[in-house]
């Protein structure tokens, strides 16, 4: 019976540290100019992104183009982690999803 707890402490040990590491992709595009992370800007877009297997397969579209208008010159990018994708990852990351934003500011 030690064995199987053993293998079973070994086990939840993997998958919790496998749920700590992540492979999550943006793809960045559009017309814009990507601004330094430095420049202060407006926020004028938000993207809910979705990924399984822990941020190594995307569930739908990752990129950033369908965010930026075309009158956009300048652009600048930030993915958060919400109190929210906490909440939502709570129950979704037992079957390895996860979720984060990602929002678009415009800078002048």
């Known amino acids: 019976m030690s064995k199987i707890r ?3 402490g070994i086990f939840l040990l993997i998958t919790f540290i496998i ?4 492979c999550f992709t943006i793809r960045i595009g559009g017309k814009g100019e990507l ?3 430095t420049d202060k800007g407006i926020k004028i877009a938000e993207k809910r992104v979705w990924y399984a297997l ?3 397969v995307p569930l739908g579209d990752n990129s950033t183009d369908s965010l930026i208008a075309d009158p956009v010159k300048k652009v ?3 993915t958060k982690y919400t109190p929210l ?3 939502i990852n709570i129950f979704t990351i037992w079957v390895s999803i996860e ?3 990602v929002e678009v500011y415009e800078v002048k």
């Open 99 to 101: 979720t984060f934003k």
């Open 76 to 78: 600048r990018f930030e």
């Open 35 to 37: 601004a330094p992370s």
């Open 19 to 22: 749920g700590l590491v992540g």
């Open 54 to 56: 822990w941020g190594f």
């Open 85 to 87: 994708d906490a909440l």
């Open 6 to 8: 053993q293998w079973a």
